[in-house]
């Protein structure tokens, strides 16, 4: 997320006058009036005083209570070993993929599930093929995968097109299976999600596919084979 130099400036004096006993609900509500066309997620306070972090989409800001300073980065916790900013963020994507309708992804579930992965696909992609190959022996080791659609030539481009067929196939696991494996997908129309799961992925930060988000939230940027992303859910 881009902020405008007027823009930070016209936090800075919103924040300077802010009273010391100024509750979080009223930080949020100032800053929702200084940006009424960005969706503000939460501001809450850190471990470090007079430290308040704010949470937009997958973009975290840091801001002193007193407006004088803002920054963009990583908070680690020596003592725990831990990224506090990267706990922030998984928790935002747990929310949001929680959130999606079951009827909007395309699961190839697992018959003795035990844990799920959220895959944004496009399917003009060769490491998304190569991912799907190993979909089988994802399910054999209790993984279910949800696939959502991330065309990376927008929505509008061909491939987004092609994705949206897929969607609206009345085998769905069948159409992806054979789009993947470039085979010729019947042009069918429907109420996709194809656009709103690829605002989603913009949202969570996906920049390239397929992007792996565990149940956790944390984010798998890229192929990882089968044992390996076992490993990364860490059983």
Not at 40 to 55: C, F, K, N, R
Not at 74 to 79: A, R, S, Y
Request: contains cysteine; proline residues 4%.
């Amino acid at each position: 997320m881009q902020f405008s130099r007027f823009l930070l400036i016209g936090l800075f004096v919103s924040f300077s006058v802010v009273a010391d006993d100024m509750l979080e609900d009223e930080l949020n509500a100032a800053l929702s009036k200084l940006l009424p066309d960005v969706e503000i997620d939460s501001v809450q306070a850190t471990p470090i005083e007079d430290l308040y972090q704010i949470v937009i989409g997958a973009d975290i800001i840091y801001m002193t209570r007193d407006g004088n300073y803002v920054f963009k980065g990583e908070i680690l916790d020596i003592n725990q070993r831990r990224n506090l900013t990267e706990d922030v963020r998984a928790e935002s994507r747990v929310n949001l993929l929680d959130n999606i309708k079951k009827d909007d992804y395309i699961e190839f579930a697992s018959k003795n599930v035990n844990d799920v992965i959220y895959v944004f696909t496009d399917v003009d992609c060769g490491y998304c093929r190569k991912l799907h190959q190993d979909v089988p022996e994802l399910n054999s080791l209790g993984v279910s995968v949800r696939y959502l659609a991330y065309p990376r030539a927008g929505v509008e481009s061909v491939t987004g097109m092609e994705m949206s067929n897929v969607w609206c196939s009345d085998n769905r696991q069948a159409a992806l299976t054979a789009a993947k494996n470039r085979e010729t997908i019947e042009a069918q129309s429907c109420n996709d999600p194809v656009s709103r799961q690829y605002a989603l992925g913009q949202k969570l930060g996906v920049r390239g596919t397929p992007a792996i988000f565990l149940q956790n939230g944390r984010m798998l940027p890229g192929y990882m084979p089968p044992d390996e992303i076992i490993k990364q859910i860490d059983r």
